[in-house]
């Protein structure tokens, strides 16, 4: 918990009971000292006429041990606790925890044992403090909207009008591709559009496009310094988004068809995952490059308050406070939202900065992959869902290359984790990837294409920005 600042530290009253719920502590910055007291009494003897008389004597040694930086503080008040009992008749108090808690291997009359029924809540109420709830008004919204209907499957309809973005989008077997954008995109961006730096950052834009007809989004990022705000208004008024394909999750300039220019080949997409498992000699949390994001790290929003940044310490003014701490550190201007290279360009001796990367395929600067994109250069005859304008498993042959790739590159930073592993350098060893899936499923990516899947996750949070 102390490694995590974002996570509380959890009290069990009963920690031997599965159903106690705890009561939860936030942490705060301190500059205290950690003190050691001993208290000494020494009893003395005194003589008063006939009777002796003991007198204490009490010293008090103190010693500082060290700095305390964090404390944490039980704030919140504890919620309900739910027994695993059962009221008889008569109601007397049963205790059930025998009989559902199975703390062994159980044999099958363990689960046919007639029980009283005993459903604990999964969840009780997700803050700690008292809130005063304050009745809103009707929503007013502007003049022409209406509110959307509501249906049986959707009884809690919308709190405010949605803010389209009026993106197009296009799958791969549509015939046409649109020449120009819609007007309502058109009257979005004029009306965003309100400073020489936005019209500077549309004729930054523009450039790209026409240099290059296809881009993703954090190339596009990576290239121009561009608020991510108005990104989502400027990209649908210079381009087309593809949904499926091998253009899938791209930005596409108006009025250019990926599918009848062979030379597109090299704007394809590639959904490229790190591999790990016991063959490969390292588990997921073995790799230098770690998850985007995890569900195992979500917590649910309890906390008292806001985190808030720590302020300077004793401990910090003795280490010494780093150049990035300073005020005047700040990105300039013309670069503040510009990302890395690496992003979207994949380089030999480097690392993914992410365990799941969408390569463009004029993007992966390494000769020895631009050799196999390349091997049909000059007789491409027919664009497919799958593939393009490339032979059959050319992903998969990139796949497979970049992640002997990379697994030289973590063999060189960290050969521990190869001391005991045998490796086979035959080009073609097939490794788990890191998605959870085990190792006897390989046969399973072998499965038959489905065209309209795509690629999920990223690709998915994008359309929802542009909806």
Same mark, same amino acid.
């Given at each position: 918990?102390? !490694?995590?600042? %974002? ?20 942490? @705060? ?30 010293? &008090? ?18 919620? &309900? ?33 007639? =029980? ?50 009026? %993106?197009? @989008? ?14 309502? !995109? ?5 009306? %965003? ?49 593809? =949904? ?27 959904? &490229? ?29 309890? /906390? ?43 380089? $030999?001796? %480097? ?6 990367? @969408?390569?463009? =395929? ?59 592993? /045998?490796?086979? $350098? ?5 490794? !788990?990837?890191?998605?959870? $899936? ?9 499965? $038959? ?19």
């Amino acid at each position: 918990i102390y !490694a995590d600042p %974002a996570k509380r530290l959890e009290l069990y009253f009963r920690p031997k009971d599965p159903y106690c719920h705890p009561v939860c502590a936030n942490r @705060f910055p301190t500059s205290t000292m950690l003190l050691k007291v001993k208290r000494r009494t020494k009893k003395t003897k005194k003589q008063v006429d006939t009777e002796e008389e003991i007198h204490p004597k009490v010293q &008090f040694e103190m010693e500082i041990l060290g700095i305390v930086t964090t404390v944490y503080k039980f704030q919140g008040m504890s919620d &309900f606790q739910y027994l695993a009992m059962h009221s008889g008749p008569d109601g007397k108090q049963t205790s059930m925890y025998d009989k559902v808690l199975m703390l062994k291997p159980e044999k099958e009359e363990f689960f046919n044992r007639e =029980l009283p029924l005993y459903i604990p809540p999964p969840i009780f109420s997700r803050l700690d403090t008292p809130v005063d709830y304050f009745y809103r008004p009707d929503i007013q919204h502007r003049e022409g909207y209406n509110n959307p209907q509501v249906s049986g499957e959707n009884l809690i309809g919308l709190s405010r009008a949605r803010r389209p973005h009026n %993106a197009i @989008f296009v799958n791969f077997d549509d015939e046409e591709i649109p020449a120009k954008p819609l007007d309502a !995109a058109v009257q979005t961006w004029k009306k %965003a559009c309100t400073n020489p730096v936005d019209k500077k950052v549309e004729e930054e834009l523009r450039k790209l496009f026409e240099v290059r007809p296809v881009w993703s989004r954090n190339a596009v990022k990576a290239n121009i310094s561009v608020h991510p705000d108005k990104l989502k208004l400027l990209l649908p008024y210079l381009a087309y988004y593809m =949904l499926t394909g091998p253009w899938r999750s791209l930005w596409v300039r108006f009025g250019y068809d990926p599918r009848k220019h062979p030379e597109a080949k090299i704007y394809q997409v590639l959904d &490229f995952r790190i591999r790990c498992g016991m063959k490969y000699g390292y588990a997921p949390n073995d790799m230098p490059v770690k998850a985007k994001r995890s569900t195992y790290n979500y917590s649910l929003p309890i /906390t008292v308050k806001k985190p808030v940044s720590h302020t300077v310490s004793v401990h910090d003014l003795k280490q010494g406070l780093g150049t990035s701490g300073a005020s005047g550190a700040k990105k300039p201007a013309s670069s503040r939202y510009k990302l890395k290279e690496s992003i979207y360009i994949f380089r $030999e001796g %480097a690392l993914p900065p992410y365990r799941q990367m @969408f390569y463009q =395929l004029c993007d992966l600067n390494v000769e020895s992959l631009q050799k196999i994109i390349r091997r049909n250069d000059g007789t491409e005859s027919e664009c497919t869902e799958r593939d393009g304008w490339c032979l059959p498993k050319t992903s998969d042959d990139l796949r497979d290359t970049m992640s002997l790739m990379i697994k030289q590159i973590i063999r060189s930073t960290r050969p521990a984790l190869f001391s005991n592993t /045998t490796s086979s $350098e035959d080009g073609k060893e097939q490794l !788990a990837y890191e998605s959870g $899936e085990d190792e006897d499923d390989e046969e399973e990516e072998e499965e $038959e294409f489905k065209p309209s899947d795509g690629s999920e996750n990223e690709m998915e949070t994008e359309i929802l920005d542009c909806v």
